[in-house]
């Protein structure tokens, strides 16, 4: 089981601004992108949620900037599960420009509900999609694990 999933990016054209950096658009699609790629390495593609009846649907967003993305950085973007509760789930999600000196360009969470898709209500999370992530609980283990510890 993967506690921090880790993808590795190269910032392409298509991903710059008018002001020449990273559009905060970007971030936002990483943020889901990785999310996907998680659920799936822990044995949950979305069809799986769709044969369940039940998926996750984002209640809200937050994203700190802290350095700009520029064309050509090489990106390592870690995401964890920092909870579960009854219903919800926070996700966070850090970037990290890779290099001799990694720094880490925006952190980020998305509060994750689980819900019934036919009716569209928020549900209990099944047990099965409960033990198949781990939480952790302190950003020192990813910081570690993006080498800035």
């Known amino acids: 089981m993967a506690r921090i999933y880790q993808k590795d990016i190269l910032v392409g054209a298509e991903a710059i601004d008018a002001h020449r950096h990273v ?3 970007e971030y936002l699609r990483w943020m889901e992108e990785v999310a996907i790629k998680h659920s799936c390495a822990q044995g949950w593609p979305m069809q ?3 044969d369940l009846g039940a998926s996750w649907f984002v209640r809200s967003h937050t994203i700190e900037y802290l350095r700009p993305a520029m064309l050509h950085d090489e990106i390592a973007i870690y995401t964890w599960i920092a909870g579960l509760s009854e219903r919800t789930s926070p996700r966070r999600t850090l970037f990290v420009r890779r290099g001799e000196r990694p720094h880490v360009l925006a952190r ?3 509060l994750w509900t689980f819900v019934n898709i ?3 209500r ?3 999370i099944h047990e099965d999609v409960r033990s198949a992530f781990e939480v952790v609980e302190s950003e020192d283990e ?3 694990a993006a080498g800035l510890r």
């Open 118 to 120: 036919a009716t569209g």
């Open 48 to 50: 799986r949620y769709l």
């Open 122 to 124: 928020s549900i209990p």
């Open 142 to 144: 990813v910081f570690a």
């Open 23 to 25: 559009n905060n658009q």
């Open 108 to 110: 980020a969470e998305t």
